[in-house]
Each structure stands twice: as structure tokens, then as C-alpha cells.
């Protein structure tokens, strides 16, 4: 068995310090949270929009935080970063051979693929909220695919990268999603697909492969789809997700962490 703890869409800022929601306690709050009840995790994820301007002094403000945690987290990149500034601040993250924040974790049984969605540099806003792999990036996937042999994949990624119901965030989603699918399909390999970006929990398959996204640790997107503001957003209690890869499958939880005093069951 290995599990994976899964948090997405933290946006940290040194400007939102003072808002309402505080991005920093809210992730410290859900990483103490899952780090005291999964003593047992193997990896965590946090995949993407680390920060929410991409400025250096914000990236500054997540290295103090995780520093905090006797852990390590493995950083992805959403469409709220800035590559060059993540790097500057965390140079010691692994990259391809391109440059591109995307890496593979290999466990017994399977491999972790995490991709970089980011649709940058230029940071040409609003087009560059939606996400894009290029021709260098599918083709690094196809390779890491071809290469897993007998392992089974778990791709973990930013953007969604299929229509997801919210239309305001479909405008957004991963653009060129169906030459992603046909890379995916061409192996047959990959078991599952978490994502980010949509502030929301949701599940599904498409093109016949499993897929779950996560609430953020900061606001949620609304439940209504028709909206076409990307960046409406409801302070609900923020959430973080748990992968347990069994022999046989696949088991996905969400914990909203601020809901119940787990301590009372213990
Ligand atoms: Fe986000
Ligand atoms: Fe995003």
C-alpha cells in the first residue's frame, strides 16, 4: 500500500496575509492536520497555484512554512506561478531536461507522474490561466510512459484536462487535453489522474480513465455552473486529499479538515 496525501491550490501571497481566509494558517492547519492522523504517507503532493501573484517574497513565505514540517513536499506549478521565481526560491526541485517542473516518483508497484500544465513563460494573463502541454512536455510523458514497463501510472497535474461541468473553469482547463488523452492512451498504463485548479471536489472518468480533483486550503469554487467568473469563490472549510494504491486499485478520499475534532474518536 502506499498513500499519498494530496494538497492543491494553497496560493500563498504576502499580500492575503491579512484577508479573512490566511493562506499560510490554512495550510499549516491541514498539513498538521494530515501529518498527525496519516503517520503512515509516503508522499505528499501539492499540485499547483503554490502562490497567487508568482512573486519571489510569496515563494519565500511557502519555503518558511514547509521548513516547519519534517517532511517532504513535492511542489507542482499551476497556472498562478511563475516558473523562474518557484526555481529561484526552491532550486533544488527537480526539472527535465527542458526545464519544465515535471518529474516521476517511483514506488513498488507504481509510477507517479507530475506534469507542468503552466502555460508560461510569457505570463500572458488571462490566457495564461488556462494550462498547456507542448510538444516537449507530451512527448516527455509518452517517454516516461513507455519507460514505467510492468508499473502501473498515476499522472498528477494542475489543470483538468477535460470539461468538468464549471464553465467559467472549463475556459481555463488544460487546452489541448484530447493530444494528452491520445499520448495516454497509446500505453494503457495510466490507472488515474488528480488535478487541481477547479477549488472543488469531483470525480469521474473520461476516455475511460478514473480521475479526482480536490478542494483548495483557500476558497472553493461556488456550485454553480454557469458562471462565467473563474474567480468566484466561497469560504468553505478547505480540504485535502488522500490516495491509498493498493494491490488491486485505487482508493480516493477527500478530508475536510476543519469539520470535526478527530481527536474525540482517538
Ligand atoms: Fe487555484
Ligand atoms: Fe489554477
Known sequence: MTKIIVFTDIHFSVEHLEREINPVERFEAGATHALKYNPDVDHIIITGDLTHYGDVPSYELLRESLSKFDCTFELMLGNHDNRENFLSVFPETVVDENGHVQRVIDTNTHRLI???????????????????????????????LASAEAKRCIIFMHHHPHDAGFRAMDTIKLVNGNEFYDVIERHNTVQHISFGHIHRTVSGQHRGVPFSGFKSTVGQMPMIFNTMDFHAETNEPAAYGIIDIGEHGITVHTEDFELTDLDQFL
Open 114 to 144: 507530475l506534469l507542468d500544465t503552466l502555460d508560461g513563460p510569457p505570463y500572458d494573463y488571462p490566457l495564461s490561466h488556462r494550462g498547456m502541454l507542448c510538444d516537449k512536455r507530451l512527448s516527455w510523458l509518452d517517454t516516461q
